[in-house]
């Protein structure tokens, strides 16, 4: 409940975490009926249920299933934001950033299968993440390529090495191998191959 402090409106810590808890489990039920069926075919009615919320419940919340999606978008992205804005002292230090932001994202496989869907939705007419991808592969190579340039420059990696390639190369081991995953996830170690990889991708521009 609300109390009077000064003159100002305290709301009742209970109900901000009550209200918090909610929205977890709706953006967790969200993720999960997303990631299998796409915007389109998931329906708040099945969201709500698999929340343990009413319809309404939801609603209140996310006033459209579009800004319920986008919210799963958000959640999504916040992985790897963390990364936009570290000085990355070296390419090293750059590629074990990103291996620890797939590791985190590993720790929810219903993102990691969500983020699979969000592939081919991004370049439907109309999609409410259409552009968005190009947008982030945009973001990345602004932020990402300047490293790889500098470690380049500063002899970390050998003359002749093409950052962009570099960066591209980094960004699609994680597409593919997250896509491997998602396919035969009994079979695919998902952060191991990625570091794998990773690490071998290192070593062939290093400086010798």
């Not at 929205?23 to 069926?37: D, L, Q, W």
């Not at 790897?80 to 620890?100: C, M, N």
């Not at 597409?175 to 079979?187: F, N, S």
Request: charged letters at 30%.
């Amino acid at each position: 409940m609300a109390a009077q402090d000064g003159g100002a409106i305290v709301i009742d810590d209970k109900r901000i975490v009550r209200g918090d808890t909610r929205r977890a489990a709706i953006r967790a039920a969200a993720t999960r009926e997303f990631g299998r069926k796409g915007f389109e075919k998931a329906r708040i009615a099945d969201i709500a249920r698999e929340a343990g919320v009413t319809d309404a419940g939801v609603l209140h919340h996310f006033p459209r299933k579009r800004d319920l999606f986008i919210a799963v978008v958000e959640l999504r992205e916040d992985v790897y934001r963390g990364l936009h804005g570290r000085g990355f002292a070296s390419v090293r230090e750059l590629f074990d950033g990103l291996i620890g932001a797939v590791r985190l994202a590993a720790e929810d496989p219903d993102l990691v299968r969500f983020r699979r869907m969000l592939t081919g939705a991004a370049s439907i007419e109309g999609h409410p993440i259409e552009g968005r991808h190009r947008e982030n592969l945009e973001r990345a190579l602004d932020l990402f390529v300047p490293v790889v340039r500098r470690g380049v420059e500063s002899g970390e990696l050998a003359a002749d090495t093409d950052p962009e390639q570099i960066v591209l190369e980094l960004l699609a081991l994680n597409e593919g191998i997250r896509d491997q995953w998602v396919t035969l996830p009994e079979r695919v170690d998902y952060v191991g191959v990625f570091t794998a990889a990773v690490d071998g991708l290192y070593r062939r521009a290093a400086a010798s």
